[in-house]
């Protein structure tokens, strides 16, 4: 049979440190989510204004963080941080920092192509019905913006808790990490276990973000 | 003598430096249906867009005496999210604050009135245009309007939809609705016109009753424009090519 080397999971408590592992990817991702979406909101509501000034700054700030590599802003906030304001920042808040401006920034982005998605002629007819602005937006414009966003935003949600897995270079013990540290243990015992415990990461990962894109899936179909 | 109903009194529009209309002076009785044609660019709609509101006008005013304007869109312009009937019913009650069970009655007549009442819970992408046009007609009629917009309502049709969409509006006619049309199907004008109008350049070039305007233009504007429409030139010269 194959050797998957995946007894090493039932010694002592591996299994169980693996998924105190998920769970601290999925607390970073979850916070950060519950942050950052709300923020995106507003950041993608203010890149809709006239102001110019507005304008510029959200575009600098969205073009920043997406051409930056995720690792390398993780690098940034906790390492350059720390040394340059003398600060002392846990890997975990400096990763939620980093999850939290990299969200805000790409929701906004959904939000405002979300909102300039919604054609002229619907806040006119809006209009012309003698509804006020206030109305247009309650039953017209934000009803249409979130059944755009939600498929989007769900996207986004799981491309985040994938990210996560970055965090285990910032030291911060997640389940990549805890997995490294099981196969290093059991190098001369199990030689294989880089497969299975790998495969079980994966299987997990997996349980994780399949609901969640079934669920984008099926929103999508049910709204457009 | 009939009521006046609406009166424009030197309306001026530009965008930029572009003065789009110039002056207009007209003024609308009660049950009267006004046709509006000129060339494409003329400020046809623009003096529809000015009337509603939905613009800001640089000089001269419009009064309306608070008689409610409605107005329906060459692209239907139904909410997407809402069915047939929340489309209908979502102005008169939430700004209007009618008894929601009334509002639904009248639009389910409404609805049956243009032949559509199957069709109150579809949603307007399950609607062929002539079909999401005639529930536009109705929902801006339900806010029960006093004068009655229409812009081009069947320019982005298919042939065989145009009809129904003017046999609605030739019954709105015909209840002695107020309406004031732009259009460029020319019989339908004649048909449901009790006044026609030709703008170009900014102005009202012409103005007349329907028969008189398409048979007898006064106008040299008028006769050219209105010789786009017709073929005679061409069934004289027989041969075709
Ligand atoms: N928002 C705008 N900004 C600048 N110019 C505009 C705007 N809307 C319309 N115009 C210009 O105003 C003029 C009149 O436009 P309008 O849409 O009223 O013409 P129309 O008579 O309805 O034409 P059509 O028959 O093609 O619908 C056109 O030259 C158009 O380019
Ligand atoms: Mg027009």
């Known amino acids: ?224 | 003598m009939a009521e006046k109903i609406l009166e424009i009194k030197n309306l001026t529009k530009k965008y930029g430096s572009q003065t789009i209309l110039d002056g207009i002076d007209l003024s609308i009785d009660k049950g009267e249906v006004v046709v509006v044609v000129g060339p494409s660019g003329c400020g046809k709609s623009t003096l529809l867009r000015c009337i509603n509101s939905l613009e800001d006008i640089d000089a001269g005013e419009i009064v309306h005496d608070g008689h409610k304007i409605g107005m329906v869109f060459q692209s239907y312009e139904l909410f997407p999210h809402l069915s047939v009937l929340d489309n209908i019913t979502l102005a008169p009650i939430k700004v209007q604050k009618r008894d929601k069970a009334e509002v639904k009655k009248q639009a389910l007549e409404l609805l049956k009135r243009v032949g559509l009442l199957d069709k109150a819970d579809s949603y307007p992408r399950q609607l062929s245009g002539g079909q999401k046009q005639r529930v536009a007609i109705v929902r801006a009629l339900c806010v029960e309007p006093e004068i009655l917009l229409f812009d081009e309502v069947t320019a982005a049709l298919d042939p065989e939809m145009v009809r129904e969409v003017l046999d609605v509006m030739l019954d709105l006619a015909k209840q002695g609705r107020t309406m004031i049309i732009v259009t460029h199907e020319m019989q339908f004008a004649k048909a449901v016109a009790d006044r026609v109008i030709f703008l170009d350049g900014g102005h009202i070039v012409e103005e007349g009753k329907p028969k008189e305007f398409f048979e007898n233009p006064k106008t040299e504007r008028a006769k050219k424009f209105l010789d786009v429409f017709s073929f005679d030139d061409y069934l004289k010269d027989g041969e075709g090519i």
């Open chain 1, 1 to 224: 049979m194959l050797d998957l080397g995946l007894e090493v999971l039932f010694k002592g408590s591996n299994m169980l440190r693996l998924l105190q592992g998920l769970w601290v990817a999925v607390k970073i991702s979850l916070i950060s989510i519950a942050v950052s979406m709300p923020l995106g909101v507003v950041v993608g509501s203010l890149m809709t204004v006239k102001n110019k000034f507005i304008k510029l700054i959200l575009r600098i700030y969205l073009e920043t963080i997406r051409i930056m590599p995720q690792l390398v802003l993780l690098f940034i906030v906790y390492f350059g941080s720390t040394r340059a304001l003398g600060w002392n920042l846990s890997g975990e808040v400096a990763s939620i920092i980093v999850f939290v401006l990299w969200g805000a920034a790409e929701m906004g982005d959904l939000v405002r192509g979300a909102l300039i998605s919604i054609p002229k002629h619907q806040y006119e007819s809006s209009k012309a019905l003698g509804l006020s602005k206030v109305q247009t937006y309650i039953y017209i414009i934000i009803p249409q913006t979130v059944r755009r966003l939600v498929p989007l935003s769900i996207n986004l949600i799981t491309r985040m808790i994938k990210t996560t897995s970055l965090v285990l270079m910032i030291g911060v013990v997640e389940m990549l990490k805890v997995a490294q540290q099981i196969i290093e243990a059991n190098r001369m015992v199990s030689p294989n276990a880089s497969f299975g415990v790998f495969l079980v990461v994966f299987i997990l990962y997996f349980l994780v973000c399949w609901p969640i894109s079934m669920l984008a899936r099926h929103l999508e179909k049910r709204w457009v």
